[in-house]
């Protein structure tokens, strides 16, 4: 059972940075072999994935909303999961989630191809 703990949240203005991070524990396989992403829940809005890795990092996975200015990335020692979001904007502010699938997908960034999930880290930005 994989284990998931988001921190990093905040309030910034627009056009600021933040930095969220994952801890991820409780893996039975490699960690090269799960995928790992970002979601992010607006209020009234369904949750949509931001961003995912896998393989270690090799394999990087962005909305297109967010290309160019979040960049998402993983310290397998630490088994730390990251999104560092730059250039942030109004419509960034979300809920964000961090997530675990075993296994390879062709959509990374569904939300229903997830299995374990975080509790969630709020973003605020404002304009």
């Known amino acids: 059972q994989v284990q998931l703990v988001e921190s990093g949240g905040g309030s910034v203005q627009a056009g600021g940075s933040l930095r969220l991070s994952c801890a991820t524990s409780g893996y039975t396989y490699p960690t090269s072999t799960y995928f790992l992403g970002w979601f992010r829940q607006a209020p009234r809005k369904e949750r949509e994935g931001v961003a995912a890795?896998?393989?270690?990092?090799?394999?990087?996975y962005y909305h297109v909303s967010v290309e160019g200015r979040f960049t998402v990335s993983q310290d397998s020692a630490d088994n730390r999961l990251y999104l560092q979001m730059n250039s942030l904007k109004p419509e960034d502010t979300a809920m964000y989630y961090c997530a675990a699938r075993r296994g390879h997908t062709t959509t990374p960034l569904v939300e229903t191809e997830y299995t374990y999930w975080g509790q969630g880290t709020q973003v605020s930005v404002s304009s």
């Open positions: 890795i896998y393989g270690a990092g090799v394999y990087t």
